[in-house]
């Protein structure tokens, strides 16, 4: 078993800044990647921002140049600067890797909530 936990989400007012943590824990042998996803009332759930192997990052064009995603072993950052309404939803931390047991590790978190008003 594998748990992800996420915090940080909130309400802030466009403009503002929140910080996302996800901490990863369980039966991890190894993560390749940890990534943030986010979803929005009737939207599918899309990539915001993804980093590999603890250097190699990306992002969704929508987020460049004002998130910055970072990891420290297994926990995964996501700091969100110059926030706008549309980047409302809920996020979701995502880990990849193998479990203790080698098995294929896809995990996601239960989601926080991110709310920025006009």
């Known amino acids: 078993q594998v748990q992800l936990v996420e915090s940080g989400g909130g309400l802030v007012q466009a403009g503002g800044s929140l910080r996302l943590s996800c901490a990863a824990s369980?039966?991890?042998?190894?993560?390749?990647?940890m990534g943030w996803y986010r979803q929005a009332p009737g939207k599918q759930r899309e990539l915001v921002a993804r980093i590999i192997s603890g250097a190699s990052t990306i992002y969704a064009d929508s987020v460049k140049g004002r998130f910055t995603i970072s990891r420290d072993n297994a926990k995964v950052y996501l700091q969100m600067n110059s926030l706008k309404p549309e980047d409302t939803a809920v996020y979701y931390c995502?880990?990849?890797?193998?479990?203790?047991?080698?098995?294929?590790?896809?995990?996601w978190g239960q989601g926080t909530q991110v709310t920025v008003s006009s």
């Open positions: 369980g039966s991890i042998f190894s993560i390749n990647a």
């Open positions: 995502n880990a990849q890797g193998t479990m203790s047991w080698g098995r294929i590790m896809d995990s």
